[in-house]
């Protein structure tokens, strides 16, 4: 463990996320350049959806009792998905993220889970770096469609 995983350590505490989070959690990605909303996936409703189906798999960060940090994973039982991956700010290259994908990939792997991917919108620069520096790899072999229903 490095000084600065003891210091984060010491700062920010990870936790599973409960529906009650919701709002501070919106309010967090609101405030997030890039951060693509949309009322069917991200209202209170869809994400307590979520929460319900992947427990193990959705996690705050906190620091002095306030959320600044989010991760919402989720497994269909092949493979797994990592949704609002969001640090405030403030707390940014402290090593949060990291912790918090760790944290994903690990209880996923628990359920044999061996593949873990990631949805990232083009304008999210910091994110595509950070997700390569984690070795996560970008897929040219695929396009992804979505229509609301």
């Known amino acids: 463990m490095t000084e600065d995983d003891r210091n984060t350590d010491q700062l920010v505490g990870i936790r599973k996320m409960i529906a009650e989070d919701y709002a501070d959690a919106y309010a967090l990605w609101k405030k997030t350049p890039d951060m693509s909303l949309q009322e069917q996936n991200d209202s209170f409703e ?3 959806r979520l929460i319900q189906f992947n427990p193990d798999f959705c996690f705050v960060a906190e620091k002095n009792g306030q959320l600044v940090g989010t991760i919402l994973g989720a497994t269909d039982g092949r493979n797994g998905t990592i949704y609002h991956l969001v640090v405030a700010k403030e707390v940014q290259r402290q090593g949060i993220a990291t912790k918090l994908v760790n944290l994903v990939v690990k209880q996923l792997r628990e359920v044999g889970i ?26 040219l072999d695929i396009e992804t469609y979505s229509k609301i229903i």
């Open 114 to 139: 061996k593949k873990i991917s990631v949805m990232i919108t083009k304008r999210q620069l910091t994110g595509v770096a950070f997700l390569q520096h984690l070795k996560f790899t970008k897929r």
């Open 46 to 48: 869809a994400i307590s």
